[in-house]
């Protein structure tokens, strides 16, 4: 079970000459202890630090807060996360290797420009990302990171459509990059798990 501090005066620091396996290991905070317009985000990216692999936990809805605002705090650490292995792809997926953006035999058409149109594998993954990422920052959409606004639901299924094809395409494609990003992430379970219980995931995954 994950250590929780309630002592408020504690501070989040590395100490000079600290051990690589001690490097943020500090206790959880609780997420009514974290005096800051990003507590959740930061309450979230704790538990994720502490273990990765619990998923119940992860998905589990704090008590003071609605599902929609942990759902949106959830797309945003998945696109910082995926960011990740977009570093991995770099090296192998490549406008030779992987010229359209699939998933197996299904192909993608890139929705950033004017038209529709096809992009190569890796250019799709980051278009798909930063547009994402402008998506979720955007302020007429989401003008609060307390509270989501009527009609936040069908933004989150667009969004989490679109990153299931970047998992799904390293799976088919860049099986052994895939399983080393999500040995140390377990990000496509967390949310599988997340998006199965909010209904925002596709059957299949590569559609």
Known sequence: MTAIVKDKELLHRNRAG????????????PLEDIDST??????????????S???????QVPDTQDEDTWQYEHLRQACLELN???????????????PEMKADEWMYLCAAHLTPQSCCAI??????LDGTT?????????PSRISMSDGCDKHFQNVARRLYRIFAHA???????????????HLLPIK?????????RPEQLNC
């Not at 600290?18 to 905070?29: G, V």
């Open 171 to 185: 799976y088919f494609h860049h099986r052994e990059i895939f399983e080393e990003f999500e040995a140390s992430t």
């Open 192 to 200: 599988a798990a997340q998006t199965v219980n909010h209904r925002q």
């Open 134 to 142: 402008a998506l979720m920052n955007n302020l007429k959409f989401f």
């Open 18 to 29: 600290i051990r690589l396996e001690d490097w943020a290991n500090w206790p959880l905070t």
């Open 84 to 98: 990740g292995l977009v570093i991995m792809l770099v090296p192998e997926c490549t406008f030779e290797t992987c």
């Open 38 to 51: 990003f507590a959740l985000q930061q309450y979230l990216q704790e538990l994720i630090r502490h273990d």
């Open 53 to 59: 692999s619990a998923i119940g936990r992860l998905i």
């Open 123 to 128: 250019d799709y993954i980051i278009h798909t």
